[in-house]
């Protein structure tokens, strides 16, 4: 795979990296996020404040430090899920490097990350984020990163979603993939916003339903 820098040369790793990606809250997407390499070291570190990390419009990825690296930012309005990312802290007028957009076709999810440029590039994600299974490939169908499951090295047990293992192909750029990793965390939490609100719909506490038998609403 040929090496391309998108949002700094330090994280362009020149071996296979494994990284782990911890969230540090488990109750709301993209309530924040610590990522460590394979010797515990800190490699990025996404904070977040909001009251409601759901409704969080914009995340900047940053280093151990606190640079900003990276910042996504939804945009509104769009016909589909789309997110843009732009290198350092984002600023008015700042052209975006890429852009992820979720689309679905009779029941089919499908989310492609273009990156802008001379040459533009375009990578595609098969799997499932939710279940931490899932493949970034780039256009020629390489391989250049995955999410999988976290096994616990001595114990061999399969740890929980919140802690979830980044694995980079040599040369990709790992600030952006944590940057795609943000972007799918969020489109999965609006999935998750939406089963939760049908399921409610479907079953609505006993006094409602029975108010709803009999014609009251």
């Known amino acids: ?18 990284l782990t990606v911890s969230k ?54 769009s016909l589909h899920q789309r997110w843009e990312g732009f290198v350092g802290e984002r600023t008015d007028g700042q052209k975006p490097i890429f852009s992820v957009r979720r689309s679905s076709i009779i029941g089919r999810s499908n989310v492609t990350v273009e990156v802008f440029g001379d040459p533009g590039e375009e990578y595609h994600i098969e799997g499932s984020f939710a279940q931490r299974c899932c493949t970034i490939f780039n256009a020629e169908k390489e391989r250049v990163a995955e999410i ?13 979603k919140d802690v979830f293992s980044l ?40 006094k409602m339903r029975e108010r709803r038998c009999f014609g009251v609403v």
């Open 167 to 206: 694995c980079l192909k040599r040369g990709f750029d790992g600030a952006f993939a944590m940057g795609v990793v943000l972007v799918l965390d969020q489109i999965n939490g609006d999935d998750n916003v939406f089963d939760d609100e049908l399921w409610r719909r479907r079953n609505p506490p006993p």
């Open 24 to 77: 540090t809250s488990i109750f709301f997407p993209g309530d924040g996020f610590t990522v460590y390499d394979c010797k515990g070291q800190m490699v990025f570190r996404v904070d977040s404040y909001a009251p409601d990390a759901h409704d969080s419009s914009e995340l900047v990825l940053m280093d151990p430090q606190g640079r900003c690296l990276l910042t996504v930012r939804r945009k509104r309005p």
């Open 1 to 18: 795979m040929k090496e391309r820098v998108l949002v700094e040369p330090a994280f362009v790793f020149d071996q296979d990296t494994h």
């Open 148 to 160: 999988r499951r976290k096994v616990d090295a001595s114990t061999h047990v399969v740890l929980g």
